[in-house]
C-alpha cells in the first residue's frame, strides 16, 4: 500500500490542524492505520492508531484528549484532527500501516512494526 499524506501547515497555539493520508490500493479496510511524528533533533514517536473497521483507536498520553484519529475505508484516507495545539506539537507527521491484517497494537508496543510509511508533512505551532 501507498501512502500520501497531506494537511500540514503554520498554525498558532490552541489552533486546529487536520491532516489525512489517502491509500493506494483496494484492500485498505484490511490495514490498521496509525500516526507518527519526529520533531527536530528528536526520535520518531507513536502519536495514535486506529483499527481497521475503525472501531478501536490508540492515542499516546501527549495528544489524548487534543487529537483524533478517524478513517474513511470509502475513500481509502486516515485523518489526524488536532486541537488544541502546542509549541512541542511541532514536528513531522508521518501516517503508516503494519502489515495486512496485522492488529493496530503492533505499532504502539514494541518495536513500532510498521511496513508502510507515508511522506511527511510539516506541522509547525507557534507560540
Known amino acids: 500500500v501507498q501512502l500520501q499524506a497531506s494537511g500540514g501547515g503554520l498554525v498558532q497555539a490552541g489552533g486546529s490542524l487536520r491532516l489525512s493520508c489517502a491509500a493506494s490500493?483496494?484492500?485498505?479496510?484490511?490495514?490498521?492505520m496509525g500516526w507518527f511524528r519526529q520533531a527536530p533533533g528528536k526520535e520518531r514517536e507513536f502519536v495514535a492508531a486506529?483499527?481497521?473497521?475503525?472501531?478501536?483507536?490508540y492515542y499516546a498520553d501527549s495528544v489524548r484528549g487534543r487529537f483524533t484519529i478517524s478513517r474513511d475505508n470509502a475513500q481509502n484516507t486516515v485523518y489526524l484532527q488536532m486541537n488544541s495545539l502546542k509549541s512541542e506539537d511541532t514536528a513531522v507527521y508521518y501516517c503508516a500501516a503494519p502489515r495486512r491484517f496485522q492488529a493496530m497494537g503492533v505499532m504502539f508496543s514494541g518495536n513500532y512494526d510498521v511496513a508502510y510509511w507515508g511522506q511527511g508533512t510539516l506541522v509547525t505551532v507557534s507560540s
Open positions: 490500493g483496494r484492500t485498505f479496510s484490511d490495514y490498521a
Open positions: 486506529i483499527s481497521w473497521s475503525g472501531g478501536s483507536t
